[in-house]
């Protein structure tokens, strides 16, 4: 009897244990679920609250971006491009005038070095030996001029006597002598010189004049190279004391076109 309630003691004392060892392994159980399953849930109402705020944040960030992106391709498309063509515009500008600049440069110094080579070429002519003489040439015009006409040489000697010697020009030598003749006694300083002779044919002219005024003939030379018809690209002159006079000057004048 005893040995059958030891054993039912036993047994009661096995399954206790076993309960207790169950609610063990069933609260460890549970709590490991439990560690699990907080932070997986924190995390979705983490979530859960970026994607409830989302909207707001991105509606303004979306607006602002809308905005950048509407202007900032009007900006390069507009302004930019704008910036760009007027530098370019300014940098063509400031091509073009030192182009000109030195294009007038050139011009000027081609157009010096022309003259220059054609005074040598003329002082070189002059040089020359001519077979016309003293006193051909002294025959062409009248005292107290033909006094100056030995100093021509050359082939501007026999330039002035081939003049002479060419037949008289009713047409453009005719208009071009009363052009000379009339703007000279009509000038303000005619009274301060006389005009003797005014011949023109061929292209060339003889002037004689008496000059009763110191640089009278400059002044009207001067003017006469500004009238629209003048032609000359050449002047030669000789000049001397008037006999028999203390201030006049004859002065012989030679142009050629």
């Not at 560690?35 to 859960?48: D, G, Q, V």
């Not at 302004?79 to 011009?107: C, F, G, H, M, V």
């Not at 009274?191 to 044919?201: D, F, G, P, Q, V």
């Not at 003048?230 to 008037?242: I, L």
Request: glycine fraction near 4%; hydrophobic fraction near 35%; aromatic fraction near 10%.
């Amino acid at each position: 009897m005893e040995t059958q309630q030891s054993t039912d003691s036993m047994n009661k004392i096995k399954l206790l244990a076993t309960l207790f060892f169950g609610i063990f392994i069933g609260y460890a159980i549970a709590s490991l679920s439990t560690s699990h399953e907080y932070p997986r849930s924190s995390l979705a109402l983490e979530n859960k609250a970026l994607v409830v705020n989302k909207p707001a944040i991105t509606a303004e960030q979306s607006q602002a971006g809308k905005k950048t992106q509407t202007t900032q391709p009007h900006d390069f498309i507009t302004q930019k491009p704008d910036k760009i063509s007027s530098e370019i515009a300014e940098a063509q500008r400031t091509n073009e005038q030192a182009l000109t600049y030195k294009y007038e440069q050139l011009k000027n110094a081609q157009l010096a070095s022309e003259n220059k080579i054609a005074a040598l070429k003329r002082q070189l002519g002059e040089w020359d030996d001519s077979d016309i003489t003293i006193e051909q040439m002294e025959a062409l015009v009248v005292a107290p001029f033909k006094d100056y006409m030995g100093n021509f040489t050359g082939s501007k000697r026999d330039e002035i006597y081939n003049f002479h010697q060419a037949e008289d020009d009713i047409d453009w030598g005719y208009n071009m002598q009363n052009y000379i003749s009339d703007f000279i006694v009509t000038h303000d300083n005619s009274h301060e010189i006389t005009l003797i002779s005014a011949l023109c044919k061929q292209q060339k002219c003889e002037l004689l004049v008496l000059q009763h005024s110191d640089s009278a003939w400059d002044k009207i030379g001067r003017d006469l190279r500004q009238q629209s018809w003048w032609q000359f690209s050449s002047t030669n002159a000789s000049s001397g004391n008037y006999p028999g006079s203390a201030d006049d000057i004859a002065i012989y004048i030679f142009l050629a076109v």
